[in-house]
């Protein structure tokens, strides 16, 4: 599946909570078509996170409280759909439950159906439209319910220790969608997550304030028209001493990669950020050819693209 997420306002987000955000969370609100459906569902809590112990695919903790996890350790053909075969597991089960099993969408259950993929739901089938709240933490603390007061057990504190040993330090900015400051000890970084049109009859991509372009029909070769029109021009940038190093393809999306100046935090790329997200708006309408500068440069930018599998 190119693009999992494709039609949601927050696809950008959830690309990013998928492939490279290390740890966070945002509540789920389930789709009143689902609730009209599952009445008894109505008062479960539902928190999507990055990653869960053992790399579960989701848990059900004592009160009912679903925990989904979008970085597992297997994936099947189409994330969406392993997503919602989790959660819908979820629900069903018993409190104190971990989700375990192959993902839904794994290719042997998918040959077993006869209209394939197509038969399974997929995560926004079951999902509110609304975009997700996300919540970026410094560690795994939020895999310990609250409502227990008493400190974990050993073991529990000794596997929370080494996992909030890997958490990259982490920051998503506030002025622009799906943008994330990082700082993995070497050197300071911006990955983000930028949005394509969701084509068919669908929303176009989200809000204004959060589409990249009021078409739905935005491809990634205009996208890297854009960016290569910005480089040309000594725009794309988003901070003083920040250096474009090329881009990463995630779930069908184009996520840019910058180096930034030492020292700089993420608030000081807040306004860089908004800036540049205000040109590539109006850089993307641009419809005329590029210029051999641009072309040039273009090349550049597509050679410095990876794809993530």
């Known amino acids: 599946m190119l693009r999992?997420?494709?039609?949601?306002?927050?696809?950008?987000?959830?690309?990013?909570?998928r492939e490279f955000v290390p740890?966070?969370?945002?509540?789920?609100?389930?789709?009143?078509e689902h609730l009209n459906a599952h009445p008894d569902h109505a008062d479960r809590r539902i928190?999507?996170?990055?990653?869960?112990?053992?790399?579960?695919?989701a848990v059900v903790r004592d009160d009912g409280e679903i925990l989904l996890a979008m970085q597992t350790l297997v994936s099947g053909l189409d994330p969406a759909a392993d997503l919602a075969g989790a959660l819908l597991a979820a629900l069903d089960a018993k409190p104190g439950t971990v989700v375990e099993g192959p993902p839904a969408s794994a290719l042997a259950a998918v040959e077993q159906l006869p209209g394939g993929l197509a038969e399974l739901p997929r995560l926004a089938?079951?999902?509110?439209p609304a975009p997700l709240e996300v919540t970026v933490h410094s560690g795994f603390t939020w895999w310990i319910p609250s409502s227990e007061g008493a400190?974990?057990?050993?073991?529990?504190?000794?596997?929370?220790?080494?996992?909030?040993?890997?958490?990259?330090?982490?920051?998503?900015?506030?002025?622009?969608?799906?943008a994330y400051w990082c700082n993995p000890g070497d050197r300071l970084h911006l990955r983000w997550a930028l949005p394509l049109g969701s084509g068919g009859d669908?929303?176009?991509?989200?809000?204004s304030?959060?589409?990249?372009?009021s078409s739905r029909d935005l491809?990634?070769?205009?996208?890297l028209d854009a960016l290569a029109r910005l480089s040309a021009a000594g725009q794309l940038s988003v901070g003083e001493g920040s250096r474009f190093v090329g881009s990463f393809r995630a779930d069908g999306l184009v996520v840019p990669v910058w180096d930034l100046a030492p020292g700089a935090d993420a608030e000081s790329c807040e306004k860089p950020a908004a800036a540049l997200w205000v040109a590539l708006r109006e850089t993307v309408a641009d419809a005329r050819a590029l210029t051999p500068q641009e072309r040039r440069v273009r090349a550049g930018v597509v050679g410095r693209t990876l794809t993530l599998r």
Request: no cysteine; net charge negative.
């Open 47 to 57: 928190i999507l996170g990055t990653l869960l112990p053992q790399a579960a695919p």
């Open 125 to 128: 089938d079951l999902l509110d």
């Open 151 to 178: 400190e974990p057990n050993a073991e529990v504190a000794a596997s929370l220790d080494r996992a909030n040993a890997t958490v990259v330090p982490t920051t998503r900015l506030e002025s622009v969608p799906a």
């Open 219 to 223: 491809t990634e070769e205009a996208l």
């Open 4 to 17: 999992p997420f494709q039609g949601r306002q927050d696809e950008p987000d959830l690309v990013a909570l």
């Open 209 to 213: 304030s959060r589409a990249l372009s």
């Open 23 to 32: 740890s966070a969370t945002a509540p789920l609100t389930l789709s009143a």
């Open 202 to 207: 669908g929303d176009g991509g989200g809000e």
